[in-house]
T-cell receptor, first 114, second 111 residues
Framework: SAVISQKPSRDICQRGTSLTIQCQVD?????MFWYRQQPGQSLTLIAT?????????ESGFVIDKFPISRPNLTFSTLTVSNMSPEDSSIYLC???????????FGDGTRLSIL | GDSVTQMEGPVTLSEEAFLTINCTYT??????LFWYVQYPGEGLQLLLK?????DKGSNKGFEATYRKETTSFHLEKGSVQVSDSAVYFC??????????FGQGTELSVKP
């Protein structure tokens, strides 16, 4: 399985600020996914990031709030903009498995907004 | 649209008890089904999967069978341990490669 590194692993931020989360994969992948897990809740897909094209956002998520970059086949960033306490969540990136294997997840970024 | 419904938690069991966590799904086409586990303070890990009807996924003593007729993928373990305490997520993988998760079920196993 791919090895996924997410940075930072956790952060505490002030409301109104923005934070960029990095996701690095040890192999080239076409698609990368970004999820949000609010406290005590399930995972919700934010967007799919394809290299060389705009990210595709799910209903309820917009580019202005969660801009995504995908500069190459091993790296992506998710920015959480103008944060409010409601953005306190775990943010996870994942990549599709190879050979029909399921998605593999990074350890996530635990974000708290004061 | 596609969706997954899981048994609500938290579930509290004594060590060596039998575990069942119910999961049902709604999907178009023929999705793959997964159970993921999230141990306290850790990331999400795949526990087991099944890719077609009547497949049984198994790992670490956990089992789940893909039942197309009842659109279910219930998770079972014959004898739970304290180390199984975690949050368990049922998920389906649709044709577009996306994962849709259930709401998660917290399991607490007491010695």
């Amino acid at each position: 399985s791919a090895v996924i590194s997410q940075k930072p692993s956790r952060d505490i931020c002030q409301r109104g600020t923005s934070l960029t989360i990095q996701c690095q994969v040890d192999s080239q992948v076409t698609m990368m996914f970004w999820y949000r897990q609010q406290p005590g809740q399930s995972l919700t897909l934010i967007a799919t990031a394809n290299q060389g094209s705009e990210a595709t956002y799910e209903s309820g998520f917009v580019i202005d709030k969660f801009p995504i970059s995908r500069p190459n086949l091993t790296f992506s960033t998710l920015t959480v903009s103008n944060m409010s306490p409601e953005d306190s969540s775990i943010y996870l990136c994942s990549v599709p498995g190879t050979g029909g294997k399921p998605q593999h997840f990074g350890d996530g970024t635990r974000l708290s907004i004061l | 649209g596609d969706s997954v419904t899981q048994m609500e938690g938290p579930v509290t069991l004594s060590e060596e008890a039998f575990l069942t966590i119910n999961c049902t799904y709604t999907a178009t086409g023929y999705p793959s089904l997964f159970w993921y586990v999230q141990y306290p303070g850790e990331g999400l890990q795949l526990l087991l999967k099944a890719t077609k009807a009547d497949d049984k996924g198994s790992n670490k003593g956990f089992e789940a069978t893909y039942r197309k007729e009842t659109t279910s993928f219930h998770l079972e373990k014959g004898s739970v341990q304290v180390s199984d305490s975690a949050v368990y997520f049922c998920a389906l993988g649709n044709q577009g490669g996306k994962l849709i998760f259930g709401q998660g079920t917290e399991l607490s196993v007491k010695p």
